[in-house]
């Protein structure tokens, strides 16, 4: 789940013990994003820190952790966006371009295995309740994610009330969700303005 | 290729390339937004269809956006996958890759940090709101109806790894076919 978890590093804590982390050479830096691509479940961006930072030493915490922040304020997935500045940083262009071949062409093999299962199977009687299951499982799991997310970052109230309406304007009322980001972001950023001692990470 | 099929893939592009933009904490937030665009208003994919490849990219490793590549090969094949996934990771890598570069002179800054705060609370609500949405596009029975509210309660309140809960879910829903 590429749901935004609040980064959780210790602040500037970059550890100057360290020797000088040599710049990954291109393959390696590819197959290490192929890597994270392939041992996504569960978060691709956990599995993104503990293979740089913790793995191969390419970033040091605060490094990852500043990348993962602006990520963060990005739209779209927060893993590819960060993989797109991590590689960005090593080889340019063409480094972001390797970073996001390697986080999505990793999956992308089983996904089309899947896909052609699917395709040929797909409307077996057994199949089709695996799936209705398996689909209802799935809904679940975004739902529980989010609440679990939620729960443990005790936002404040007023930070609570504007992910409270998101959720009612999209869920609920089906507004156009184009509309309900705009009108929300300033709101949110408002609330967390407000609340500094309470930010991400609590 | 025909003019047909460029023209389905021009339609793709411009169907998601709009939603990246949108897309606060990932693709799972403007999943709900596809279902309508694909399923009701163009009609690409039936809405069973729709619910069998989200459930498929949810069991799968890799990023959750690439149930958007799974939409895009219903669609159009491997050619419809690729712009699908282009489309949806494109607008916002160029704009990452932007950033990125002024990261100097923004990381650490009190604005990125509030701003970062401000918007957690809005991608979790959409989130949540895709997993409802979700959950009434499901088959709608008994056993579905406990699956997604057992997933939920497992997901939000043990520790235990989901796969266990989507392969709970496969099995029973095999069961009550």
């Given amino acids: 789940m590429t749901a935004p978890l609040p980064d959780r590093h210790p602040e500037g804590h970059d550890r100057p013990d360290r020797p000088p982390r040599p710049a990954p050479g291109r393959l390696a830096f590819f197959l290490a994003y192929l890597q994270i691509g392939l041992s996504g479940f569960g978060g691709a961006n956990a599995w993104a820190r503990r293979v740089l930072v913790e793995e191969r030493g390419w970033l040091s915490e605060q490094e990852y952790a500043e990348y993962l922040g602006l990520a963060q304020i990005l739209p779209g997935p927060n893993a590819l966006n960060c993989a797109v500045m991590v590689g960005d940083r090593f080889h340019g262009a063409a480094g972001a371009a390797l970073a996001l071949l390697g986080i999505l062409g990793g999956p992308l093999v089983p996904l089309l295995g899947i896909a052609g299962l699917y395709a040929r199977y797909g409307s077996e009687p057994l199949v089709v309740g695996a799936l209705d299951g398996l689909a209802a499982a799935a809904a679940g799991m975004t739902i529980g994610t989010a609440l679990k997310i939620a729960t443990r970052l005790r936002p404040s109230l007023a930070l609570a009330a504007v992910g409270a309406c998101a959720f009612a304007a999209v869920g609920l009322l089906r507004l156009p969700l184009l509309a309900v980001v705009l009108a929300l972001a300033p709101l949110g950023i408002l609330a967390a303005w407000a609340a500094p001692q309470r930010g991400p990470g609590r | ?177």
Avoid: C, K, Y
Avoid at chain 2, 46 to 54: E, I, K, R, T
Avoid at chain 2, 60 to 67: C, S, T, Y
Avoid at chain 2, 72 to 96: F, I, N, R
Avoid at chain 2, 122 to 136: E, K, T, Y
């Fill in chain 2, 1 to 177: 290729m025909t003019g047909g099929t460029l023209a389905l893939l021009v339609q793709l592009a411009l169907t998601f390339a709009p939603l990246s933009l949108v897309a606060i904490g990932g693709a799972i937030a403007v999943l709900p937004e596809i279902r309508r665009q694909v399923v009701e208003v163009r009609g690409w994919v039936a809405a069973d269809a729709f619910m069998d490849l989200f459930a498929l990219a949810q069991a799968a490793p890799g990023p959750n956006m690439m149930v958007v590549s799974l939409i895009g090969w219903q669609v159009a094949g491997l050619a419809g996958l690729a712009v699908a996934t282009l489309a949806m990771v494109g607008p916002p890598a160029l704009l990452a890759l932007a950033l990125g570069r002024l990261r100097a002179r923004f990381a650490g800054l009190a604005w990125v940090r509030v701003t970062q705060a401000g918007l957690i609370p809005i991608a979790l609500g959409l989130n949540l709101a895709s997993g409802v949405v979700l959950a009434q596009a499901a088959h709608q029975g008994a056993v579905t109806l406990a699956l997604a509210l057992g997933t939920t309660l497992f997901v939000w309140l043990t520790r235990w790894s989901p796969l266990w809960a989507l392969a709970a879910g496969a099995i029973a829903g095999m069961a009550a076919a």
